[in-house]
């Protein structure tokens, strides 16, 4: 299977990655570290790949996905994983630059790399898109108002382009559950340490996420498992 995922330089994705690899699958990956895409290319070469791209820039999507897609078909499986957190603050002490940055990486982002990949998927009538998601998509904490805002908006976007797919195909909104990353140790910090890890986390996800189908066309899912 041919898997593109955003965000594989750390945390969730890098984890996924690891497995889908693991697992025997060729994985297509982006992120925004250098040094973190260096080590990727070196450890897993062709047919796998890895690339610096920012996926709130459009034209670094639209020149990334041109080159996977000229040298090959369009993915089976496509995962927009990558996101980032805000400053843990009230709403009103969040700068806009900070709220600008949430939404252009976990909204704008993710309809870039769509933009870009989906219709090669809609022309073979096949494949799976996957937007990580969040609890705090589904329900609400203080200090923590522009993330919520941009997971809810990912279930919405998923909910709606799942009606736009044609059958056969289909687009899946994800909770991952609550796991000790980067990410979640910027909110609770050390605390977060009593949360399972992502790579025992990935063990379950992947096989999870590579049993999705036209079934599961316009879903919210959560990694039973891992899930708060």
């Known amino acids: 299977m041919k898997i593109v995922l955003t965000g594989v330089t750390r945390g969730l994705g890098r984890a996924l990655a690891m497995e889908f690899i693991r697992l025997g699958h060729t994985v297509i990956g982006c992120g925004r570290s ?3 895409i260096f080590d990727l290319r070196m450890d897993y070469q062709a047919p796998h790949d890895f690339s610096v791209v920012d996926v ?3 034209n670094k999507v639209a020149i990334w996905a041109a080159k996977v897609l000229e040298s090959d078909s ?3 499986l496509l995962i927009n994983n990558a996101g980032v957190m805000n400053p843990i603050a009230p709403l009103w002490e969040i700068s806009d630059r900070d709220f600008t940055r ?3 990486v976990n909204i704008r982002g993710v309809a870039n790399v769509i933009r870009h990949f989906v219709p090669a998927m809609v022309k073979q009538k096949k494949g799976v898109i996957v937007n990580l998601s969040s609890g705090w998509g589904r329900s609400t904490s203080p200090n923590v108002a522009p993330y919520c805002a941009s997971k809810y908006a990912i279930e919405g976007l998923t909910h709606a382009m ?4 044609p059958e056969g195909m289909a687009a899946i909104a994800l909770n991952p559950g609550v796991i000790d990353t980067e990410m979640l140790r910027s909110c609770w910090g ?3 340490g009593s949360y399972p890890k992502a790579q025992a986390w990935a063990k379950t996800a992947a096989a999870f996420i590579l049993g999705f189908g036209p079934k599961d066309n316009g879903r919210s899912l959560s990694v039973s498992s891992f899930e708060d």
């Not at 799942?162 to 797919?165: K, V």
């Open 34 to 36: 250098g040094d973190a």
């Open 102 to 104: 949430v939404t252009d």
């Open 162 to 165: 799942a009606q736009e797919l």
């Open 190 to 192: 050390d605390d977060a």
């Open 56 to 58: 709130a820039l459009e």
């Open 74 to 76: 369009a993915p089976d």
